[in-house]
Each structure stands twice: as C-alpha cells, then as structure tokens.
C-alpha cells in the first residue's frame, strides 16, 4: 500500500472522528493523521496518497484550518500524488449547500498535478438539493451525513474505500 497521510479539518470533532475511521479500516496509524491546522509541506512529502477532510461551514464554506491550509498543499508539488477526499455535511439543515467543502477543496487542488481517486461517488443515496462537490453527475469525494444518515456512515466509507483500493 502507498505511504498514506490522512489530513482532516474539524471544529466540532466530527470530521476528526471520520478521519479516525477512515484510517482505523485502512490500518493506517495515528502518526499518519494530521490536523489541517498544523499543515506543512514537510508533513505532507513523505506521503504519496493523500486523503483530505473537511466540514463544510456557514454558506457552503471550508472549514476554518483549511484556508491556510490550502495554500501550503499548492505550494508542494503534487503531482506524483494521489488524493482523495471526504467531508462532513447536514443535509437537512444545509441542503442547498451540502459537503460544499469537498467541492471547494477540489475546486484549489485540481490543477495542482495529483490525480483524484474516490472522486466518483453516487448521489443517488443522498438527499440534498445542492452541491458543489458534485461534478458531472457525481460527488468528487466522499459525503459523510452524521447528524441525518450516522446508521450510513460505515457503510458508505466501507464502499468508497473498495472503489479507491481498486
């Protein structure tokens, strides 16, 4: 398996807790997991695949780590890089703007030479009227609903982590 870092942005502790899930079925270990607020470009060259997490806040926005963050992961180079990633969303509350994030992170990092995997996810098992991580018909990285669909969560990590292992 490809030296992994995992590297999440969270707020209340639920990205962070998806982040520890994520990893625990991959058996990568806590070394490996990263808060987005202590990015470096140092923290991220030894790895070649990276998997991004983010909650998406307010107006469909990033969360807070991952503004700074952001412009240290286009200042490393990327491009023999695979990156994945997930987010966090209430798609009840926040229907017209659900897991946004994961859209905006991939709206920075798609140009930056790493190649996306993961990033084909169905919609049809989500209920929302908006996204924009949706692209082409479907999300580019992992949705994760903890407040409205929790009973989901294993299940739909298990699935996309089949499709990034394939």
Same mark, same amino acid.
């Given at each position: ?7 999440? /942005? ?9 982040a520890n899930t ?7 270990? *806590?070394? =490996? ?6 990015? *470096?470009? =140092? ?31 286009? /200042? ?16 009840? *509350? ?6 946004? /994030? ?16 993961? +990033? ?15 692209? =082409? ?10 407040? +409205?669909?929790s009973e989901k ?5 298990? +699935?996309?982590?089949?499709?990034? +292992? *394939?």
């Amino acid at each position: 398996m490809k030296k992994t870092g995992i590297f999440y /942005g969270s707020t209340t502790g639920m990205t962070e807790a998806v982040a520890n899930t994520i990893a625990a079925k991959l058996g990568i270990s *806590s070394g =490996d997991i990263h808060d987005a607020a202590g990015i *470096s470009a =140092d923290k991220v060259a030894p790895y070649d695949f990276l998997i991004l997490g983010t909650s998406t806040w307010g107006a469909g926005e990033l969360q807070d780590d991952w503004y700074s963050a952001i412009k240290i992961l286009k /200042g490393c180079d990327l491009t023999d890089k695979e990156i994945a990633l997930f987010g966090c969303g209430d798609s009840e *509350s926040y229907s017209d703007t659900f897991c946004d /994030g994961i859209g905006l992170l991939y709206d920075e990092l798609k140009e930056s030479g790493a190649r996306f995997v993961g +990033n084909k996810v169905d919609i049809s098992d989500y209920r929302f009227t908006s996204s924009f991580a949706v692209v =082409d018909g479907k999300f580019v990285g992992l949705p994760i609903d903890e407040i +409205n669909e929790s009973e989901k969560t294993s299940e739909r990590i298990e +699935n996309w982590l089949k499709g990034i +292992n *394939s």
